[in-house]
């Protein structure tokens, strides 16, 4: 994985696949699978803006396009197994007991917004759509939300790192040290703060649990 992101090894990747890596990537994290689409994305997004070989338009595009398609598909697997199953094999794909419970109680609390705000939330972007389908939110409540969420997250994290990687680009020295620096610490803040009410949630949710009837019966 150390290469994965190397000016050389994305050359060749995108010059091979060109925009359809990024669309596969961000499409099979969406399903479930433990995959650096968001990495990718941005990545991808500085490429366009070092080597000007891919258009920032396209990589954002096929990002949207393979979250949408992802989550939808997610979300159809998730309403043909069912909660049930998913609490017996989740945990070979990394969907805990705990992520489990955490899902289902969002859901019960906050219902659709949970899909658009999931999609920024690394732990529920790739559970969100097993999670509704199983919950068995109504599809077109769950496309509303998670178009609009592909939009903005896969749309935005590609332009602001595009911007940024622009911005870079023109400053020279201990300016763009310190612009880059600045940039670092910011997103460190928002990992720690996501980490810290991922946990936060958690213990909400096995609270909730003990007392609330709902959570204790699966649902078939």
């Known amino acids: ?4 992101f190397s000016v050389d090894y994305l050359s060749s990747l995108f010059a091979q696949y060109g925009y359809g890596v990024v669309g596969v990537v961000v ?18 997004a500085l490429f366009c803006a ?8 396209g990589v954002a595009l096929a990002g949207v396009l393979g979250a949408i398609m992802g989550d939808n598909f997610g979300y159809l697997i998730g309403h043909l197994v069912g909660l049930r199953m998913l609490q017996k094999y989740g945990p070979k794909i990394g969907l805990t007991s705990q992520r489990l419970l955490l899902g289902r109680y969002v859901f019960l609390k906050h219902g659709g917004p949970v899909v658009f705000f999931g999609r920024f939330i690394a732990v529920l972007r790739m559970f ?7 919950n068995h939110m109504p599809w077109h409540t769950f496309l509303f939300h998670n178009a ?29 040290i310190a612009f880059g620096a600045v940039a670092c610490i910011v997103i460190g803040s928002l990992f ?18 003990e007392q609330d009837e709902r959570l204790k019966v699966l649902p078939s």
Request: aromatic share 8%; net charge neutral.
């Open 1 to 4: 994985m150390h290469n994965f």
């Open 27 to 44: 499409m099979l994290e969406s399903m479930g699978f433990p995959l650096p689409a968001e990495s990718l994305l941005i990545t991808g």
């Open 50 to 57: 070092t080597t000007h070989k891919l258009h920032i338009e």
């Open 128 to 134: 969100v759509a097993l999670l509704a389908g199983a």
């Open 148 to 176: 609009l969420g592909g939009i903005f997250w896969a749309g935005g994290y590609t332009l602001i790192a595009y911007l940024l990687g622009n911005e870079i680009l023109r400053l020279s020295g201990p300016l763009a």
């Open 192 to 209: 720690i703060f996501i980490k810290r009410n991922e946990k936060r949630l958690t213990e909400e949710a096995m609270k909730a649990a």
